[in-house]
């Protein structure tokens, strides 16, 4: 009778299982796999997104390696990328030593830090957009920083550094949290105080979560879209037309889109090398610490 017991109630786990595996297995065929498989097919053709269309084999990719636009669009989106991951790591870090030592209203600071992550990314631009626009003018009697060259990717990296330093403040009050009081103590017998503590003590034992944080503040930040929607458009003068926005605009409203396809096939490529080589890289930076 155990047997048949067990039995039955193993059956009933395997279906509740593929009840919840299954819907969401097609959810994700349907709007993942898909349109992946879908994309990656039109990057061999030349579709204007609508009519008809000829296979053009690896003419598309040829052109991508030609075009300066997209060379700018990805120099653009590396250099927010790596300016933007470097600040929001160091500025997190630093909030996140803040609330993690013994001061008054650390858990309502806390939620406070992780407002600018709920709001979204068109949200804020437009917010932020309207303050580049006219206050920060009003205020200082220059023009906007938005319509300049020369200063339009500060202010969108200043926009982006502002929301996702929330998340990644978190990430890292967890991770000090999780370094034991012993090893602080053991420390403190050894005089290691301030600037040594940290390099000696505090780094080493948080390096999981900076890795955890790098990655995924660089892939974000590759993927800049919304704010350069709502601040710039790609402007002035296409300077800060990122990959993903420059995806959009020529793939969907200039007819370019298999040339956009192609584009997105190698933007997608980039990213995942860029988070494989960034995870080995620090890996290994942990396993010398």
Do not use: H
Not at 117 to 135: E, K, M, N, Q
């Amino acid at each position: 009778m155990a047997s048949i017991a067990a039995s039955k109630a193993g059956s009933d786990r395997n279906r509740t299982f593929l009840a919840i595996l299954i819907p969401v297995l097609i959810l994700f065929i349907a709007f993942n796999t898909i349109p992946l498989l879908t994309g990656f097919f039109y990057s061999f053709t030349d579709s204007k997104g609508y009519g008809a269309f000829e296979i053009v084999g690896l003419q598309n990719y040829i052109d991508l390696f030609q075009d300066a636009r997209v060379g700018n669009s990805y120099l653009f989106t590396f250099k927010i990328s790596v300016v933007s991951t470097i600040l929001v790591n160091v500025i997190s870090l630093m909030l996140a030593i803040g609330l993690s030592s013994k001061i008054k209203f650390k858990s309502a600071l806390r939620g406070i830090y992780f407002v600018p992550r709920i709001l979204g990314g068109l949200v804020v631009g437009y917010v932020f957009s309207y303050f580049f626009t006219y206050i920060v003018p009003a205020l200082t009697g220059t023009t906007s920083m938005l319509a300049s060259k020369e200063w339009a990717w500060v202010a969108i990296v200043v926009v982006l550094v502002w929301q996702a330093c929330a998340q990644t403040t978190i990430i890292y009050i967890t991770g000090l949290s999780s370094v034991p009081e012993d090893v602080y103590e053991a420390g403190a017998l050894d005089g290691a105080t301030g600037w040594d503590k940290f390099r000696y003590l505090t780094f080493p034992l948080i390096m999981p979560s900076i890795t955890t944080n790098m990655v995924l503040v660089m892939k974000d930040m590759l993927m800049t879209f919304d704010q350069i929607v709502a601040m710039t458009s790609g402007g002035p003068a296409q300077s800060t037309e990122s990959i993903s926005y420059l995806i959009y605009q020529n793939g969907l409203n200039n007819s370019q889109f298999g040339f956009q396809c192609a584009n997105a096939v190698i933007f997608f490529i980039v990213i995942a090398v860029i988070s494989i080589a960034q995870t080995k890289f620090l890996n290994s930076k942990e396993e010398q610490l």
